[in-house]
Structures are given as structure tokens and as C-alpha cells.
């Protein structure tokens, strides 16, 4: 077996490897399908999680879009500076913004949202709902692994 075959034969049964490669594909699908409302999936992942709670702290909208917090905070200023979001001081720490969608945000969503669920539905066309779940069964699982691991280091 030469080296290449070898090099490929390790990466088609690399986990993060393939999932890393789907996922950059399903991204660049919805980039496309999301060019008429100037908004990247990166912006649209931190918008729909800011719109599916009433006033989040960053730390929080970081967490539940596995993002890091510079990221988030680049991203939450251009959300901003869009109109999407607003960011009021915290009550009880001045360093801490409590963010919000604006109604321009929510409408956003409301058009977009569908388009998402499109991408993923095309994107996982062929397969039962039983081979769906059990997808998302997998990946919840192995994200779970990670997550105990980056714990314990």
C-alpha cells in the first residue's frame, strides 16, 4: 500500500477528522443559502441562542455556542453594529453585558430559521429518522467525552 492510500485510508475513518470536513460542508451550504441576509452561520449560531433566551450574559451565549470568548465577543459587536443585538451593562458586574435581540434580530430569525433547518434536512437527505437520532445521539456523546476530558486535564 503506498503512503498516500495509507494517509487517506486514516483520515476516512478519522471521527474528528470527518466531522470536521462535514461540518465545514454543511457551513458553507447554509453560508450560501444565508448571502441574502448579510449574516454568517457563525453570527446566525450567536443570534439564534441570544434570541432563544431573554437577556444572556456573554459567558453563557459562549458556552451554549461552543465558542470561545473572544470569538463571541467579536462576533456579539458585529451583531451590534447590524442592529441584531444590544448589549446593556449587568446589574451587579459593570464588566458583564446582559445581550438582547432586538426586534430587527427576532425578525431575522423568523426568516431564517427555516433556511437552517433546509440546509441540515438536504444535508442529511437519505437517511431515516432512526439513522438521524442516532447521529445526534452519537455526536451528543462524543461531546460529552470531550467535555469530561478537557475537565480532568
Known amino acids: 500500500m503506498s503512503k498516500q492510500a495509507t494517509n487517506r485510508s486514516?483520515?476516512?475513518s478519522s471521527a474528528?477528522?470527518?466531522m470536521g470536513a462535514t461540518y465545514r460542508k454543511i457551513s458553507q451550504l447554509f453560508m450560501q443559502r444565508l448571502k441574502p441576509y448579510d449574516i454568517t452561520p457563525e453570527q446566525w449560531?450567536?443570534?439564534y441562542c441570544v434570541g432563544e433566551q431573554k437577556g444572556m450574559i456573554q459567558k453563557d451565549i459562549a458556552a451554549k455556542a461552543s465558542k470561545d470568548k473572544p470569538t463571541t465577543t467579536r462576533i456579539l459587536d458585529m451583531l451590534e453594529s447590524k442592529g441584531l443585538v444590544i448589549k446593556q451593562p449587568g446589574q451587579s458586574d459593570r464588566r458583564s453585558f446582559i445581550v438582547h435581540t432586538t426586534d430587527k434580530g427576532k425578525e431575522l430569525i423568523a426568516q431564517t430559521e427555516a433556511i437552517e433547518r433546509k440546509a441540515v434536512e438536504d444535508a442529511t437527505a437519505g437517511m431515516s429518522t432512526d439513522e438521524y437520532n442516532l447521529l445526534i445521539g452519537l455526536l451528543h456523546r462524543i461531546g460529552e467525552n470531550i467535555d469530561h476530558l478537557n475537565a480532568k486535564e
Request: charged letters at 10%.
Open 16 to 18: 474528528g477528522f470527518l
Open 10 to 12: 486514516i483520515l476516512d
Open 45 to 47: 449560531l450567536v443570534l
